[in-house]
């Protein structure tokens, strides 16, 4: 059964930084993409970036381009996103997501999400 | 950037009802489409993917319809547990990011 699980969300200034964590079991995560994708809350679901599987290639949504890095250790079977120049619309809960079919994929199984709040 | 609009944004109906919601792609995404649905404090779950193929274990009420721009969730006889928040996503290729509509709130009367 896959799992996983967030870690490191909390509070943090404008202006701060923040490194998620996302540990991963249950499958081969080594083969698969990756994401994180974020909610506000009362509001909708944002996708934020993806991650290859041997961390190669990367993509981002606009919003958080040229601040958040996504990253991954195969060997911890672990997912990351740093996140720099934090701003108060950031705050939201931060999903760790597989796909099975790609970058250009569905999101097949999500981890219980972790808060992230960006407030002074 | 590719737009995604879901109507209506809520909707209120009785246990037993049929129910639609609707998702408009802003450009063509050919049949990369997916349905979630989502309850308070939880992570979203995947029902339908590829505009209408059911996910393995979401119950046979559910399912999708359309391609191009149009798309359709449809909950053939609506249940209590059926209460949640729905939401359509994009993951065509063609375009750079993967996009999520705004959501339907489905009440039960």
């Known amino acids: 059964e896959v799992d996983l699980v967030e870690s490191g969300g909390g509070l943090v200034q404008p202006g701060g930084s923040l490194r998620l964590s996302c540990a991963a079991s249950g499958f081969t995560f080594s083969s698969q993409w990756m994401h994180w994708v974020r909610q506000v809350s009362g509001q909708g679901l944002e996708w934020v970036s993806r991650i290859n599987s041997d961390g190669t290639s990367t993509d981002y949504a606009d919003s958080v381009k040229g601040r958040f890095s996504i990253s991954r250790d195969n060997a911890k079977n672990t997912l990351y996103l740093e996140m720099n120049s934090l701003r108060v619309d950031d705050t939201a809960v931060y999903y760790c997501?597989?796909?099975?079919?790609?970058?250009?994929?569905?999101?097949?199984?999500w981890g219980q999400g972790t808060l992230v709040t960006v407030s002074s | 950037d590719i737009q995604m609009t879901q109507s209506p944004s809520t909707l209120s109906a009785s246990v037993g009802d049929r129910v639609t919601i609707t998702c408009r792609a802003s450009q063509s995404i050919s049949s990369w489409l997916a349905w979630y649905q989502q309850k308070p404090g939880k992570a979203p779950k995947l029902l339908i993917y590829?505009?209408?193929n059911l996910e393995f274990g979401v119950p046979s009420r559910f399912s999708g319809s359309g391609s191009e721009t149009e798309f359709t969730l449809t909950i053939s006889s609506l249940q209590p547990d059926d209460s949640a928040t729905y939401y359509c996503?994009?993951?065509?290729?063609?375009?750079?990011?993967?996009?999520f509509g705004g959501g339907t709130k489905v009440e039960i009367k």
């Open positions: 997501v597989t796909t099975f079919c790609g970058g250009d994929c569905y999101f097949e199984d």
């Open positions: 996503q994009q993951y065509s290729s063609f375009y750079s990011a993967l996009t």
């Open positions: 590829k505009a209408s």
